[in-house]
């Protein structure tokens, strides 16, 4: 099961809206075939597995970490193709949430005589499928909140310079979180300030660029800006209001770039009825790359499933430069947000600390 979650895992970033998995077919105490999906539309992992295994697969048992799909989608159903390849057992990892499948699959593999068994590595294969999970339960994205800051939580100095808190080894992290998500989010501010590309940049050019999501409330941001820079090749959506013009939303949309306009309420853009929305354009999982005040908006709004914070060995200080989350902050210790299941991790000079909310 170690080796199909190493194998499903390889398409990270590749497989979304539907689950990474990986298969593992074993006869005889010994590995005669494996696969994984690598892309929504292409062979299920169970398929590639059993392709490679031919006839040596009756009689073989199946590793795979999650179960296995009973019904035609982008590809015919898995359980079919396991039976009728002569499988005798199957190891499984977790149920799929889907409730097109939900248990009807292991039935399915049941009632045909095979040997079914759930639940091995369950933890660690819903670790790996943490966002399909969310997504098919809520139709809504996973979002994971981002941010460097000093030992004393500041995300740039009183001047606003920011570039750069974290070491080359933490910013390299960030690309690979950014090559495994459907979208990155910022606001307006950030784009204001950093003008970023928001895409991917890997060594050796590997890695895709998710689809930037630009929120810009009050239509500020320059046209120029290089976030809508090369729309007509990686997904660009601006999010704004009423108060974008018509000409600034043919410009934009003559360059390719998705225009969403949603209702102001309290003088922003609400968030929850933002996430929504990408659920529904079956963007599921977004990087939260936005300053302090964005971050406030979006645990305010309890949008946010994760927290990824790269803690870099610098005293910044002074009380105008800003901190992760600003806002008015909250009134009593009872209000925090408390961060679950953390995990600290060395990247270079710096430290990542991941929890969930």
Same mark, same amino acid.
């Given at each position: 099961?170690?080796?199909? %979650? =190493?194998? #499903?895992?390889?398409? #990270?970033?590749r497989t979304s809206p539907n689950p990474m998995v990986g298969a593992v077919i074993v006869?005889?105490?010994?590995?005669? !075939? =494996?696969?994984?999906?690598?892309?929504?539309?292409?062979?299920?992992?169970?398929? =590639?597995? %059993?392709?490679? !295994?031919?006839?040596?697969?009756?009689g073989a048992q199946m590793f795979v970490n999650l179960e296995p799909c009973c019904y035609q989608g982008r590809t015919p159903p898995c359980t079919d193709a396991i039976i009728e390849s002569g499988i005798k057992e199957v190891f499984l990892g977790m149920c799929d949430p889907n409730p097109r499948v939900a248990g009807k699959?292991?039935?399915q593999l049941r009632r045909a005589g095979v040997t079914v068994h759930s639940g091995l590595l369950k933890t660690d294969c819903q670790h790996l499928n943490e966002v399909f999970?969310?997504?098919?339960?809520?139709?809504?994205?996973? $979002?994971? %909140?981002?941010?460097?800051?000093?030992?004393?939580?500041?995300?740039?100095?009183?001047?606003?310079?920011?570039?750069?808190?974290?070491?080359? =080894? #933490?910013?390299?992290? $960030?690309?690979?979180?950014?090559?495994? $998500?459907?979208?990155i989010l910022v606001g307006a501010g950030? $784009?204001?300030?950093?003008?970023?590309?928001?895409?991917?940049?890997l060594k050796k050019g590997k890695g895709h660029?998710? !689809?930037?999501?630009?929120?810009?409330?009050? #239509?500020?941001?320059?046209?120029?800006?290089?976030?809508?820079?090369? !729309?007509?090749?990686d997904r660009v959506v601006y999010v704004t209001t009423n108060k974008a013009s018509a000409s600034r939303v043919k410009r934009l949309t003559d360059r390719g770039i998705e225009i969403q306009v949603l209702q102001v309420k309290r003088s922003r853009i609400s968030l929850i009825e933002l996430i929504n929305l990408l659920g529904k354009m079956e963007i599921a999982s977004v990087l939260l790359e936005g300053g302090s005040g964005i971050n406030a908006s979006a645990l305010k709004a309890g949008i946010v499933d994760k927290v990824v914070l790269f803690l870099a060995p610098l005293i910044i200080g002074g009380e105008s430069a800003p901190g992760v989350v600003g806002g008015p902050g909250i009134k009593s210790l009872k209000q925090a947000l408390n961060i679950k299941n953390l995990t600290v991790t060395s990247v270079g000079a710096d430290w990542m600390v991941e929890g969930y909310l």
């Open positions: 099961m170690r080796r199909a %979650l =190493e194998l #499903a895992g390889k398409a #990270a970033g006869k005889n105490g010994r590995v005669i !075939a =494996e696969g994984y999906h690598k892309k929504a539309g292409r062979p299920h992992g169970e398929i =590639e597995a %059993l392709r490679k !295994a031919g006839k040596q697969a009756k699959g292991i039935r999970v969310k997504y098919i339960e809520t139709g809504k994205p996973f $979002v994971t %909140l981002k941010s460097a800051l000093s030992l004393d939580g500041k995300i740039a100095t009183s001047t606003g310079e920011s570039q750069w808190i974290t070491g080359p =080894e #933490a910013r390299e992290r $960030v690309h690979r979180m950014r090559d495994q $998500v459907d979208a950030t $784009v204001l300030k950093d003008n970023p590309r928001l895409t991917t940049r660029n998710p !689809a930037r999501v630009i929120l810009d409330a009050k #239509a500020e941001i320059p046209l120029k800006a290089r976030v809508f820079h090369h !729309a007509n090749r």
